[in-house]
């Protein structure tokens, strides 16, 4: 049994340390305590079915979904992060039984 969770404790490393406050998650959090992320609002532009009246809607639109895009892509990086940190608190959990069970 103690060799099963030997080889489960050889699960990847992260150099992420557990517990640091995540400054790429902070924008994607309601309070900053919360562990749930709010993924980016899509721009209303995007999902009206009307037309652009002129350029400047278009123009306006345009850097809304630029934003938009921005934003994804710092939420994908927190997830990133996220994943890091889950992993890296999954193997802490698994030492800490591996030690006791050594015990």
């Not at 517990?19 to 959090?29: L, V």
Request: include cysteine; charged fraction near 25%.
């Amino acid at each position: 049994m103690v060799k099963l969770i030997g080889a489960v404790a050889l699960a990847c490393c992260v150099t992420s340390a557990v517990g640091a406050f995540d400054f790429q998650c902070a924008d994607f959090r309601p309070m900053l305590q919360d562990r749930q992320l709010e993924r980016p609002q899509k721009p209303n532009c995007s999902t009206t079915y009307y037309a652009f009246n002129d350029s400047y809607e278009f123009d306006k639109c345009r850097r809304e979904i630029e934003a938009f895009k921005s934003e994804v892509q710092k939420y994908l990086a927190c997830l990133e992060s996220e994943s890091k940190e889950t992993v890296a608190e999954y193997n802490d959990v698994v030492s800490s039984f591996n030690r006791k069970a050594q015990q």
